[in-house]
């Protein structure tokens, strides 16, 4: 990891010092891991992401300052959301609404509060923040109900894999920032991507993506592979193994 | 410490599920019952999924029966006749479960339907055994507790296909035997549990089993359902965790020892009273998460992922 920091921060030393060509930027990011592998002793672990905003063809003195926003998304999955309702003296769930294609870890990082860097319209368009990035849509039958929607950002906010962090974003030059990602212990394994957008006056002016993976590590994938393809065996082992616990036990605390 | 649970795919506390092995052990121990009717909410209240927390109290009480059955066994107070009968009937209660749980799962409600069971089948269990032997306290040993008496049965004793379980002293028929082993495989499959807090109670007070041989058969009986259901949901649903069954099992072997010590020192009158208290109390907390107006109506289930 120290090493993909130092060429990163290598080509981040590099860009600073070029200038000059068209009036466009460009967003260079790099991301100080792409795979993270989950190990026994796995509690959550931290990421960090350079982003470098090349101008080019501008007059030194005329740059705006910068926002940036950086969206993390996690694999998406239909999620149920359902509701208690009075039913005589019992409280059941009675109600329930549908929506495909949640993200399961979702965090919206930027370096200042979402509604001072763009309009309501704007971040509409862009669907940035937690509410623009949960879909709409509901599957099954039932009214469009907004507290189901409400309920399943409170509940995934609550659960530490829904967040909205407005000073994780920092920059570090002008025209360079620094982005922290802490995904949980309970992060989903999966595929994330990474959307990165450059805002100045309000407006997006460029914008980059990347992404990485969240996997086990091959000990703990094998386990739980031989778990899901050889459920038979994986059962009888576990019962051996409970049955040779048992029976140590009452040899080791036998007193006869 | 924590540690990353490989099926359930989060990070645990070990010391936590250490703790609760060994507190569900001590109950276990002490009672004869599995304990799972403890464990599987405990698992829950503490993030575990439901699927893999039901999966994975099979094989911890699995191995804390073998230290319980294995101690009671060299004190030669299993009925392994009675036993292996109920073993017969639990083992077609638990496949009438199995479809019937599917069937639930099927029409939405099954978790109104498990909650529901939990808190009339504990409620009831737990209040007549509290109640029965209260009033046995109460009496203070003037009244024996409902002793065998020779040429005195009830009906159902006396039906067609008699045995004689010589450890028991019992000659009775088999059908109320294996009627009862049903609806507690039935049960066991439904909710998860060994039901050995039905199967005690219903030994002693319906069968009129001696107390020491309750324990003992109660425990061969559990072992066997529990490693059955262990291999069967390995099997189908691939739920079994072997880190979190580990831990458990270590916490719930040593707790087994204290609690089998503890149980052989209370009085047998006590001893009902307690078991019916914890019965009672588990009923009554299920039935607070049903009858009262929730704080948040809201929850949210993962039905499908991409990966």
């Known amino acids: 990891m120290s090493a993909r920091l130092i060429a990163t921060a290598l080509l ?60 993390v998304r996690g694999p998406r999955g239909a999620v149920t959301v359902r509701r208690k309702e009075q039913y005589g003296p019992m409280w059941l769930n009675l109600d329930e609404r549908k929506y495909i294609a949640i993200p399961a870890f979702l965090a919206v990082q930027s370096n200042r509060s979402l509604t001072s860097i763009a309009s309501a319209s704007v971040r509409e368009d862009l669907r940035i923040g937690i509410n623009a990035q949960v879909p709409q849509q509901i599957v099954a039958r039932g009214a469009n109900d907004p507290r189901f929607r409400e309920a399943l950002q409170r509940l995934r906010i609550a659960q530490g894999l829904f967040r909205e962090n407005p000073e994780a974003v920092r920059f570090i030059a002008p025209n360079v920032f620094q982005a922290f990602v802490d995904l949980p212990g309970t992060a989903p394994l999966g595929d994330y ?34 778990a899901a393809e050889h459920g038979v065996w994986f059962g009888m082992g576990t019962s051996i193994l409970a049955l040779l616990v048992g029976w140590l036990a009452s040899v080791i605390f036998r007193r006869d | 410490m924590q ?6 795919e989060m990070p645990v506390d070990v010391f936590l599920i250490l703790g609760m092995g060994v507190a569900v052990g001590f109950i276990s121990g002490m009672f004869g019952v599995g304990g799972g009717f403890l464990l599987t909410p405990l698992l829950i209240f503490v993030g575990i999924p439901p699927a893999v927390a039901v999966a994975t109290q099979g094989p911890q009480i699995a191995a804390s029966s073998t230290t319980g059955a294995l101690s009671y066994w060299r004190r030669k107070s299993i009925d392994f006749k009675l036993g292996g009968v109920l073993l017969v009937g639990g083992f077609i209660g638990t496949i009438l479960g ?12 099954l978790e109104t339907v498990i909650t529901l069971s939990y808190v009339v089948l504990l409620g009831s269990v737990g209040t007549l055994v509290s109640w029965e032997s209260l009033a046995a306290v109460i009496k203070a040993g003037k009244v024996p507790p409902r002793r065998r008496t020779a040429g005195r049965h009830n009906w159902y004793e006396g039906l067609p296909f008699k045995l004689r379980f010589h450890r028991s002293g019992l000659y009775i028929s088999v059908i109320p035997i294996v009627f009862i082993a049903i609806l507690i495989g039935f049960a066991g499959a439904v909710l998860g549990i060994g039901g050995g807090f039905i199967l005690v109670p219903a030994l002693i007070y319906i069968f009129r089993v001696p107390a020491q041989v309750v324990v003992g058969t109660s425990l061969f009986q559990i072992l066997f359902t529990m490693l059955g259901a262990t291999v069967l949901h390995a099997a189908t649903n691939h739920s079994v965790d072997l880190f979190l069954a580990l831990l ?16 052989a020192q209370i009085r047998g009158d006590y001893f009902r009273v307690l078991l019916g208290l914890l019965i009672l ?27």
């Open chain 2, 281 to 307: 109390s588990v009923a009554i907390r299920f039935a607070g998460d049903v009858f009262t107006q929730p704080k948040e109506p809201f929850s949210t289930t993962l039905t499908e992922t991409v990966r």
């Open chain 2, 3 to 8: 540690i990353y649970l490989p099926i359930a």
């Open chain 2, 98 to 109: 199995v479809l019937f749980f599917n069937q639930m799962r099927r029409i939405g409600q």
């Open chain 1, 12 to 71: 981040v030393l590099a860009l600073i010092g070029t200038a000059g060509g068209a009036r466009a930027e460009t967003l260079i990011v790099s991301l100080s891991r792409d795979n993270i592998l989950i190990q026994s002793n796995f509690t959550g672990e931290r990421l960090s992401l350079f982003g470098v905003i090349q101008r080019e063809g501008d007059e030194k003195g005329a740059s705006a300052a910068y926002d940036a926003v950086v969206t």
């Open chain 2, 248 to 263: 458990l099992m270590v916490g719930g072997v040593f707790g087994a020892q204290f609690g089998a010590r503890a149980g």
């Open chain 1, 193 to 226: 991507d990474v959307d990165v957008m450059v805002f100045a006056n309000g407006a997006m002016i460029a914008r980059g993506n990347t992404k990485f993976r969240v996997a086990k590590t091959a000990a703990e994938q094998t386990l739980a592979t031989i």
